[in-house]
């Protein structure tokens, strides 16, 4: 479907880009001919990631360990990337989420869901945003966010409160920064089982068959997502600005996901609270 070349000559960071998704989206750029930067706070597994993709396709990545949640390290980060060369495409794809009942969080379980996927994505967006403007450089921010913006969620409340605070800062940047050459998108995907979210957000005792209630009664593939989020920060996208584009085969359509969670018992609530202290 894409032209072998079309991401050449664009220097993209992947935020969390070792693992799940950021990982699928990382190979596949790097697939349609761009340069590399992965970030996370695991450095092993981004190493392993890099020296994957590198030993499969070649190319240029760089892995990075950076901790989004301190400003003062984005920031050390973004100085070391723009002494080689600049970015052309920030991907805002690092966040956290688990599903609790919302009386229950304390404020450091908010901030823990808050610190990566607000703050840090503000972080990311303000540092590159900053240097391609002092430079008069073109560039595209992507942000990966949540059909909770539109339905809101019942249970991952903190994730859906700060997914929807980074639509806005899409929309607002689209505006503020587009006369600038600097466009700002976003994907709301659906269902694309990882080990990290899968773990967190479908527990042992939740319902198994909710894939089934999709209209399309099946899961994303990465491979599709990445081939979205690669049209969008492309050249060929070029007119897309300030939008979120929604990549659930429907799901929203029906409900927000969490609905089964409204018939869990103390017990089972218990039980996973207890499951998630040892994470």
């Known amino acids: 479907m894409f032209e072998k070349g079309l991401l050449a000559k664009k220097r993209i960071l992947v935020t969390g880009g070792g693992s799940g998704l950021g990982a699928a989206m990382s190979r596949r750029f790097a697939e349609l001919g761009a340069d590399l930067v992965i970030c996370g706070r695991r450095f092993d597994v981004l190493q392993a990631t890099a020296a994957k993709i590198r030993d499969d396709l070649g190319g240029e990545i760089d892995a990075i360990r950076c ?20 970015l052309d495409v920030l991907v805002n794809n690092a966040g956290a989420t688990f599903i609790a009942r919302t009386e229950r969080l304390s404020f450091r379980a908010a901030d823990a869901i808050l610190a990566p996927t607000l703050h840090g994505t503000m972080y990311c967006t303000l540092a590159a945003g900053r240097r391609w403007i002092e430079a008069s450089h073109h560039g595209v921010v992507l942000s990966i966010l949540s059909t909770s913006t539109i339905t809101g969620r019942a249970f991952t409340v903190p994730s859906a409160m700060a997914k929807s605070a980074v639509l806005a800062m899409t929309k607002s940047l689209a505006v503020e920064w587009g006369p600038k050459g600097i466009r700002t998108v976003a994907i709301a995907p659906g269902a694309f089982p990882t080990a990290g979210a899968t773990g967190q957000l479908r527990p042992e005792g939740r319902e198994q068959n909710w894939a089934l209630r999709n209209p399309l009664l099946r899961f994303g593939e990465h491979r599709e997502l990445a081939d979205l989020a690669s049209f969008l920060v492309s050249d060929a996208a070029g007119y897309i600005n300030g939008e979120m584009v929604v990549q659930d085969g429907g799901a929203h359509l029906r409900g927000s996901g969490a609905e089964d969670l409204l018939d869990w018992s103390e017990a089972q609530w218990e039980s996973h609270r207890r499951t998630r202290s040892k994470d």
Not at 74 to 81: D, G, L, N, Q
């Open 67 to 86: 901790d989004i949640r301190e400003g003062a390290d984005v920031e050390a980060m973004m100085e070391a990337i723009w002494r080689h060369a600049p």
